[in-house]
């Protein structure tokens, strides 16, 4: 009997203290959890930080990390999110010898824009839903991008 | 107060009301060292390895219920009392282990004895703090006892670099603990637990299925009124051990791997599990899919997280089980009626007369078994009993005649070899009243025997008792069933005079083929009063059993096994 695994974005709000992430970071692989993506930044004018999680797994397995988290000293409070919004922002160099008008028209539809221009490179910055950003990253393909760099999902529930 | 970091850690010991620290000193604690010198407060023992520092510890916990404290050195210091953390980590010791490191602005350098402490000790610790000033050192050390005690227990490790400890702060300790992360629920939910009494009531096979958190919350004696009233029946889990007295008609027995054959088909055939402070181990539960199939599951545990972790439960109830138990006593009493499992103990009594815990004696060699029945009619209560880890260990989960909570010193969830001997240190450290029997193979007891010295030095006059079949028996039990016999790197016919061996540290050794000289040397070495070795000459191919293989079901137990 197979269970069926999921998405999952898990926010945890944890003191903002030395080697908290590293409790966190470790609990995952401790135990065998996998970790999409991960992101971290001090939550403004609080002694917390915010940390969020995307990861998959069953129910069982889902509810056995937020409990898991619970555990460890420094977390406040744990969210499994249900109905969210979920943005995520991805970086991505392309050489200068690429279509400017069109690259421009790209990274526009999803909420982009060309934040940087060199003489060799320019950078485009875009933020999306992270399914968006999949599809934009797809679609940069063919302006033959030398880098990218995605930041990981932030969420809030609505 | 203006004082040191390393007075500190005194003061706080002190204000913690500790008696007794296990330690051993190095370089980066030697601050600390210097003042435990200087102070008359309490107990410092030397051990004579790290490990065996933080095993006393646990042994000294387990026994009394109060947080058991080890100090030792960085790096080589640290990194040996690491599988003591692990050990308490799994079965959930209250212990603060405290370590020195190297000055903070070597840390990072790969510098002398310097090793990441907090790095290792994160995944085996209930949780951990590197010091970085002094003036932090009296909230973390009050955290730490905190921790270590509330909730589901556990070790706490404080690292402390070396000019920490000699940093002049203020010290005050009168400060109660505020942690606003970490809040246990001790008080079980109320609607939860009148659904699990019309459960209970309502069940024509329920069985209490009684766990080591039943020890650790002190609540032996309210589980003992519950069954009593209610009538229902109790499997222990390993850790469990002496909750009910051995001959309390309502305890089948233990259950699992090496369960007997009662308790496990019991688990099998009700028709409502209460677990009590158990965490379905998968040594207790054998295959999932069948574990308890016919059955509803009440579950009670202080740890959230252990509860539907394997084993889905219809009645979860979180909180401190003998606060959940004073709130089922009164409504059981209403509800619950004794009268109504009487088929239900007829099935039981019939499952222990057709398969119920032996062995046979033959020949001239003794039976393990035997020589752990002989020791609880000659000592029974009069004794607490430690073991290390393998066939000896099942063997005195099995036949030891427990009467008491705390009597059984054992590692569970580690299976920690060496634990034993220093284990029992601490548990005669903690109950001088009482003789302190470490139950012990030709294996284990070399990984710990150093502890001979401290045993002579302290006066904690250890009985080990060897079940020697020069074998590590437990591996070659499975190389004989599952191996074909062939019996890789378990044969240990190359073996130390056992006897000399214990003389040599200035205790006694006896060695012992007869039941005549079993007694004799119980005897003695209890009357001498100084640590002995017992070395038994044991049957070399005798198996645990009942055994239900790993990852089988708990009802498919081997019950015999013949030479083919």
């Not at chain 1, 690259?103 to 824009?113: S, V």
């Not at chain 1, 839903?129 to 995605?150: D, G, Q, W, Y």
């Not at chain 2, 109830?317 to 239900?344: H, T």
């Not at chain 2, 005079?497 to 205790?507: C, H, W």
Request: aromatic fraction near 8%.
């Amino acid at each position: 009997m197979m269970e069926q695994t999921e998405r999952r974005v898990i926010s945890v709000i944890v003191m903002n203290e030395a080697s908290v992430l590293s409790r966190i970071a470790g609990l995952f692989s401790g135990r065998g959890y996998n970790i999409e993506s991960l992101t971290v930044a001090p939550i403004p004018e609080s002694k917390y930080s915010r940390i969020t999680i995307v990861t998959a797994g069953s129910v069982r397995v889902v509810e056995q990390i937020t409990k898991q988290l619970h555990k460890l000293i420094p977390v406040l409070r744990v969210y499994e999110h249900a109905d969210l919004v979920e943005t995520e922002m991805a970086l991505v160099k392309i050489p200068m010898n690429e279509s400017l008008g069109d690259i421009e028209a790209l990274t526009h539809a999803y909420n982009g824009r060309i934040v940087n221009v060199g003489s060799d490179t320019m950078i485009v910055m875009i933020s999306d839903e992270p399914m968006r950003v999949n599809h934009f990253l797809e679609a940069i393909k063919r302006f033959h991008p030398k880098e990218i760099v995605r930041s990981g999902s932030v969420a809030l529930e609505r | 107060m203006q004082i040191s970091g390393a007075q500190m850690v005194i003061e706080a010991l002190i204000a913690e009301e500790v008696e007794v620290v296990f330690g051993y000193p190095g370089g980066a604690i030697m601050n600390v060292y210097d003042e435990i010198y200087k102070q008359r407060s309490f107990q410092h023992i030397l051990t004579r390895h790290e490990q065996a520092a933080v095993h006393a510890a646990e042994g000294y916990a387990k026994a009394t219920g109060k947080v058991g404290v080890a100090m030792i050195t960085s790096g080589p210091g640290f990194t040996n009392g690491v599988t003591g953390l692990a050990d308490a980590y799994m079965d959930s010791i209250p212990l603060v282990l405290i370590s020195g490191q190297v000055p903070m602005s070597l840390i990072g350098t790969d510098a002398f004895q310097e090793i990441d402490a907090v790095g290792i000790s994160r995944p085996c610790t209930k949780h951990n703090y590197l010091v970085t000033d002094a003036a932090d050192l009296p909230r973390i050390l009050k955290e730490a006892f905190y921790i270590a005690r509330t909730g589901r227990p556990g070790p706490v490790h404080v690292d402390i670099p070396k000019d920490v400890t000699a940093q002049i702060a203020t010290f005050d300790y009168s400060k109660e603990v505020e942690l606003e992360t970490y809040k246990p629920t001790t008080k079980g939910n109320t609607r939860q637990i009148k659904k699990a009494i019309d459960a209970i009531a309502a069940a024509k096979r329920p069985l209490l299925y009684l766990g080591g958190g039943i020890i650790n919350a002190n609540a032996a004696e309210l589980v003992r009124e519950f069954s009593r009233m209610t009538q229902i029946p109790a499997v222990e889990t390993f850790m469990a051990r002496g909750t009910l007295r051995y001959d309390d008609p309502l305890l089948i027995s233990m259950l699992g791997m090496h369960g007997s054959y009662a308790a496990n088909m019991a688990m099998s055939e009700t028709d409502l599990v209460i677990g009590l402070g158990a965490r379905f181990d998968d040594r207790v539960t054998g295959k999932l899919s069948e574990f308890a199939k016919n059955a509803q599951i009440i579950h009670v545990d202080i740890d959230p997280a252990s509860i539907s972790k394997l084993v889905n439960a219809h009645f979860p109830i979180v909180g401190d089980v003998k606060n959940v138990l004073e709130q089922m006593i009164p409504l059981a009493k209403e509800q619950v009626d004794p009268a109504r499992y009487e088929s239900w103990h007829n099935t039981i009594a019939n499952f222990n007369k057709l398969h119920p815990l032996s062995y046979t004696e033959e020949g001239d060699r003794l039976k393990p078994q035997w020589v752990v029945e002989r020791i609880g009619q000659l000592l029974g209560d009069d004794a607490n009993i430690s073991t290390d880890v393998g066939q000896h260990q099942m063997w005195t989960a099995q036949f030891y005649p427990f009467t008491r909570p705390r009597q059984w010193v054992s590692s569970g969830g580690l299976g920690t070899m060496g634990f034993g001997f220093p284990a029992a240190l601490g548990v005669k450290r903690a109950d001088m009243d009482r003789v302190s029997i470490n139950i012990t193979g030709d294996g284990s007891i070399l990984m710990n025997i150093q502890e001979l010295m401290t045993a002579v030095e302290y006066k904690l006059p250890v009985i080990n008792v060897i079940l020697n079949n020069n074998f590590l028996g437990m591996v070659r039990q499975w190389q004989t069933l599952f191996y074909d016999k062939r019996h890789s790197s378990t044969d240990l016919s190359i073996q130390p005079d056992f006897v000399k061996l214990a003389e040599a540290f200035g205790g006694v050794g006896y060695r012992v083929n007869t039941k005549e000289e079993f007694d004799a040397a119980l005897k003695d070495a209890v009357e001498k009063n100084v640590v002995a070795i017992i070395d038994v000459v044991v049957n070399r191919f005798e198996n645990v059993l009942p055994m239900v293989p790993a990852g089988g079901s708990l009802f498919n137990m081997m019950l015999e096994y013949k030479e083919k």
